[in-house]
């Protein structure tokens, strides 16, 4: 399988940088841009458009990839017999390279930096379409991320003084995710485990469907070539895991225990699912909030009444959005609600949101309001949208029980967070 090359859109649709086509006719990644801006200007809303589109036009059918991260648009023209779950891996590797090395991305950012970005492109994408080094360590020592030295030495024409130290050079190390020679004063590695709640609440408020999908990253300050041992609390729960190349997979097959030799920097060590033993089939892990949503529809508008209290005795709940699509024709909304929350409209979207800053476990919140519509008949959705996020917890409590660290001498210290993320889907 092969990806045919890579495209990135400002907001406006249009094109900012793109990969060389070399063995495409001009016209090639045209049809594709212009394949996408008229499904986006065709849809009634952006996120109606699919993420894979028939792309007409040529001898041989092509189709087009495409993700929104977010003002920018990053293309994966296809064609022949490929899987596209092969290209939006691609998109989303590039599109995590890209952070890596700029931070927060926008069209201005990549227009200042587009030297870099086509070193980028180069030396993640080969000129048959398959993808070549994607690890950050492994690039960065081949393509310089960019600063304000290396920008000046380079206008001044002496960028050749602004590269990498002499006893670094590119594939030096055995170990493609590590480089060679590393050194910390204060050897340390931390673990992030964020994990994002899925579920379908049906009216009456039980839960339909829910899914508990975490990942593991980490930032790795340690030097040499230290070989560790990560053995957790309750690893008999993760299922459906991924790892990072580093992982040894028969240890943790056999075992249960991450067995490898960290990259140096920030990585995403693992993906995983989260299915506890338990809980039932029908309702694995339970929503951590009470929603009672009463919708009124009536010619050209509605009522609305919504009340939400959390279910958590001890965390309290943040970020927490309440979102409503009032249908096709929404016009307005003139809405009331407790405990100093905000709430606004978005005509162009036709949605509803209700925003509460922290929601603690003893108190109830409530909206209430009406809306207008063109439409004589309003068809609002029959669904609530809720996001929320819980610092400091894990559905799955998972733990790190022990960290063994072998082939260096000194005693590295660890540390780890939790992070709960939810989206919920609420039928009323």
């Not at 587009?114 to 980028?120: K, T």
């Not at 579920?199 to 039980?206: Q, S, Y």
């Amino acid at each position: 399988m092969a990806i045919d090359g890579l495209i990135i859109l400002d907001n406006t649709g249009r094109a900012i940088a793109q990969s060389g086509f070399h063995s495409f006719p001009p016209a090639y990644p045209l049809l594709h841009i212009d394949a996408l801006n008229n499904a986006l200007a065709n849809a009634a809303r952006p996120d109606d458009v699919d993420p894979v589109l028939y792309v007409s036009g040529l001898d041989t059918p092509c189709a087009c990839c495409h993700v929104r991260r977010g003002e920018l648009r990053y293309l994966c023209p296809v064609s022949g017999d490929v899987d596209p779950l092969y290209a939006f891996a691609f998109l989303q590797t590039f599109v995590d390279i890209l952070h890596e090395y700029f931070g927060h991305l926008s069209a201005e950012t990549l227009k200042e930096n587009f030297d870099v970005v086509y070193q980028l492109l180069e030396e993640t994408l080969d000129s048959g379409g398959h993808p070549l080094t994607t690890s950050p360590n492994a690039l960065r020592d081949i393509v310089l991320p960019p600063t304000l030295l290396h920008k000046v030495l380079s206008v001044a024409g002496v960028s050749g003084l602004a590269t990498s130290s002499a006893n670094s050079h590119p594939f030096a190390s055995p170990i493609p995710w590590r480089k060679t020679g590393v050194r910390y004063n204060n050897n340390e590695i931390f673990f992030d485990v964020v994990e994002t709640l899925d579920a379908i609440v049906n009216k009456n408020g039980t839960t339909a469907v829910s899914t508990v999908w975490g990942r593991v990253e980490s930032i790795c300050k340690l030097s040499g070539t230290p070989d560790l041992l990560l053995i957790f609390s309750n690893a008999s729960t993760l299922t459906d895991c991924s790892f990072h190349p580093c992982i040894r997979l028969q240890r943790w097959s056999r075992d249960k225990v991450l067995s490898f030799v960290p990259p140096d920097g920030k990585f995403t060590l693992m993906d995983y699912r989260y299915t506890p033993v338990s809980a039932s089939s029908l309702n694995q892990v339970s929503v951590p909030f009470i929603l009672r949503p009463s919708v009124r529809v009536e010619e050209r508008g509605g009522s609305i009444e919504v009340s939400l209290s959390s279910r958590l005795t001890t965390r309290t709940m943040e970020s927490v959005f309440v979102e409503l699509y009032l249908g096709e024709g929404a016009t307005g909304a003139s809405c009331v609600v407790s405990h100093r929350a905000s709430w606004s409209f978005n005509p162009r979207t036709a949605t509803l949101i209700w925003e509460l800053k922290t929601v603690v476990p003893s108190a109830s919140y409530t909206l209430k309001g009406t809306f207008t519509s063109s439409a004589e008949t309003p068809r609002p959705s029959r669904a609530f949208q809720v996001r929320f996020d819980i610092p400091q917890h894990n559905y799955s409590a998972l733990r790190i029980e022990q960290l063994k660290l072998t082939g260096e001498t000194y005693k590295p210290y660890k540390g780890m967070r939790g992070n709960s993320l939810g989206n919920i889907e609420w039928r009323w």
